[in-house]
């Protein structure tokens, strides 16, 4: 099957600095990526969805200049936290939808982020 | 409005019991799918089973299977035998026609020994 992969899989980082993470699909091509957050014991937030060679659409309240994303390539898309502040700890998920209408998406692991 | 409704914030199973994870949903497409996924504690989204709007017949997958009453918009999720492994945190989702995923609030299920 599909394998997506992300690192770094946790991340601390001092409030103030930006962090990215990179999400990677590693047998298959991923043209759209989408990029999730989730905290503890809440469900999936879908924050963006990064697509190849154009400019990301972010979700309502998402703010764009906080969290970049770039998908230069067919098989990498990056999330860049800019200026990092504790509210931006969470857990990031990144991935790729399937070919068809059946499929499920295909998950990366995950990267934890705390800021201090 | 579409939406994915999980009434049950948490259950708690004996071992060996089988267990019902309830998962409502509203939408108007004709054409949409129904997902499961089970995250434990180590955070990766694992893919259990998938129903789609026209299937006739229940989806099932080893332990897994989905009890799907479109009539009601219901399609929860069932697991035979429920082993110590199983505790994690249950999320259903709901796929209408343009292909985003709706995400329900989840249950945490926690086997007993």
């Known amino acids: 099957g599909a394998v997506v992969s992300q690192h770094p899989s946790w991340v601390i980082c001092k409030s103030g600095t930006s962090v990215k993470i990179e999400c990677r699909s590693l047998?298959?091509?991923?043209?759209?990526m989408f990029w999730y957050r989730q905290f503890p014991k809440q469900s999936l937030m879908l924050m963006a969805t990064?697509?190849?060679?154009?400019?990301?659409?972010?979700e309502q309240g998402v703010e764009k200049d906080k969290f970049l994303i770039n998908h230069a390539s067919l098989t990498l898309s990056t999330l860049t936290v800019t200026s990092a502040h504790p509210e931006d700890s969470s857990f990031y998920i990144c991935?790729?939808?399937?070919?068809?209408?059946?499929?499920?998406?295909?998950f990366g692991p995950g990267t934890r982020l705390t800021v201090l | 409005a579409q939406k994915i409704t999980q009434t049950q914030p948490g259950m708690f199973v004996q071992e060996k019991e089988a267990v019902t994870l309830d998962c409502t949903y509203d939408?108007?497409?004709?054409?949409?799918?129904l997902f499961w996924y089970k995250q434990p504690s180590s955070g990766e989204m694992i893919f259990l089973i998938y129903q789609g709007s026209y299937d006739q017949q229940n989806a099932t997958e080893g332990r897994y299977s989905l009890n799907f009453q479109k009539a009601r918009k219901s399609a929860n999720l069932v697991i035979s035998a429920s082993q110590l492994g199983d505790s994690a945190m249950y999320f259903c989702?709901?796929?209408?026609?343009?292909?985003?995923?709706?995400w329900g609030a989840g249950t945490k299920l926690i086997i007993k020994p």
């Open positions: 939408t108007s497409d004709p054409s949409y799918g």
């Open positions: 047998d298959f091509q991923a043209t759209t």
């Open positions: 989702a709901m796929r209408p026609s343009n292909y985003q995923l709706i």
């Open positions: 991935s790729a939808p399937g070919l068809a209408f059946t499929d499920t998406q295909y």
């Open positions: 990064s697509n190849e060679g154009s400019k990301a659409t972010y």
